[in-house]
């Protein structure tokens, strides 16, 4: 299909959602097979490390970054940003939009980039996150199964857009992806303090329970 504009669906600010043009996403998603069951397990011990790791690091990074984060939508979203989008829309050039997403290598290759960026990016201010430890800061760990979300806007607007359209959390929230037990990505991602209050709200807002919080003591050295 030829493309005349490719997006990233976000619904980042407190506009109630609406319909994506012709069909809604939301009816994509029901037609797609990736709408299964959720199932989780806990990482494996070498994913604990480097989330462990990774938290560490973007807990230090985010009180430079956001020495005041007030706004979810604007205080998770800095210029660090990723290459690419984990989930986007299409529009043909007939004016119809199409469901994409990357494959799980492309989503990899795009959250791994964007950390290493992050704590490069912690180095050069001087700072070394520990690594035995998990550094919390007060936030919380989110886990996102992103291709079960019904992508209808509802944990954005609940979340003061925390949550983007698609159900992904800010980009500077982001700590690694993983595959679940059934075959499908899982994000992982740090909540800071601030925010945990409004990502509680996009998770009761969620029809697919996509999101779900991790119990962080799995990740304790």
């Not at 740090?190 to 029809?207: C, I, Y």
Request: hydrophobic share 40%.
């Amino acid at each position: 299909m030829e493309l005349s504009a490719t997006r990233a669906l976000g619904n980042t600010n407190n506009a109630r959602p609406k319909a994506h043009g012709t069909r809604s996403v939301g009816s994509l998603l029901r037609q797609s097979p990736r709408a299964l069951a959720y199932h989780v397990r806990m990482p494996r011990p070498a994913d604990v490390v480097r989330i462990r790791q990774r938290v560490n690091v973007t807990a230090m990074w985010y009180r430079s970054a956001h020495p005041r984060p007030t706004d979810p939508a604007r205080d998770t979203r800095s210029h660090l940003a990723p290459a690419g989008a984990l989930v986007m829309v299409t529009t043909g050039a007939d004016g119809t939009e199409d469901l994409y997403r990357p494959t799980s290598f492309e989503r990899l290759a795009i959250v791994d980039d964007l950390l290493t960026r992050r704590e490069q990016a912690l180095e050069a201010s001087g700072l070394i996150a520990p690594t035995k430890v998990l550094m919390l800061a007060g936030g919380r760990v989110l886990e996102c199964a992103i291709d079960r979300s019904e992508h209808d806007g509802l944990a954005g607007y609940h979340s003061r857009g925390l949550f983007d359209g698609f159900d992904v959390p800010g980009h500077d929230t982001w700590l690694a992806l993983l595959r679940g037990d059934d075959g499908h990505d899982l994000l992982y991602a740090w909540v800071p303090r601030e925010f945990v209050a409004d990502a509680d709200a996009g998770l009761w807002a969620s029809a697919t329970r996509c999101m779900r919080w991790v119990d962080e003591s799995g990740f304790k050295g």
